[in-house]
């Protein structure tokens, strides 16, 4: 059976940390790690934290970034693939598995999710409710332009293929 890890970043996310990692404790797979990095929060998110047992934590004194938070999980992963997680609540995490299944299907080292696919509200009551998502159209429509592809969100969620990344050198 497949292993899936998934990072929960977390900076200041008092208000959300607890659910998100309550909720990759309870999506039904038997084969899964969760590793909860936070990235030197001062609003007592690490306290939260502490309070879980049966997850990997990495506590950083300091900021050093979404990228080294990333980076520094996927060292400490060992599931066959990777499912990012922020602690914002952004991306839905009850895909993860179908996402795993897919790439495994499809040979496929990366899969992306769309926070916009299928969106049952129209995307002016989506951008009132959540202003940011702006961002997201616009650089969605420029890759596609640039590109000539169809993506719906090229910010959504991330599953990665844990062998391929760990091919990648970084420099830290």
């Keep these: ?21 309550l909720d990759v404790l309870n999506i039904n797979y038997p084969n899964k790690e969760i590793i909860v990095i936070d990235n ?11 309070q879980f047992k049966g997850i990997k934590k990495i506590l950083r004194k300091k900021n050093m970034g979404i990228g080294k938070s990333i980076t520094e999980g996927m060292k400490k992963s060992t599931g066959d693939y990777v499912f990012i997680q922020y602690s914002d609540l952004e991306y839905d995490y009850k895909k993860s598995i179908y996402m795993m299944k897919f790439a495994r299907n499809n040979q496929l ?21 959540k202003p940011a998502y702006m961002a ?5 429509f420029l890759i596609n332009k640039f590109y000539n592809h169809k993506f719906t969100d090229i910010i959504g969620a991330k599953l990665y293929k844990r062998s391929t990344v760990k091919k990648i050198k970084t420099n830290y």
Excluded: F, P, W
């Design 109 to 129: 080292d990366v899969v992306l999710g769309s926070r916009l696919k299928n969106q049952k509200n129209s995307i002016i009551k989506l951008i009132i409710k």
């Design 40 to 50: 030197g929060s001062t609003d007592g998110s690490q306290e939260i934290i502490r």
């Design 1 to 21: 059976m497949l292993k899936i890890t998934y990072l929960v970043t977390v900076y200041n996310e008092k208000r959300t940390v607890k659910k998100a990692i």
């Design 136 to 140: 997201t159209l616009i650089c969605t």
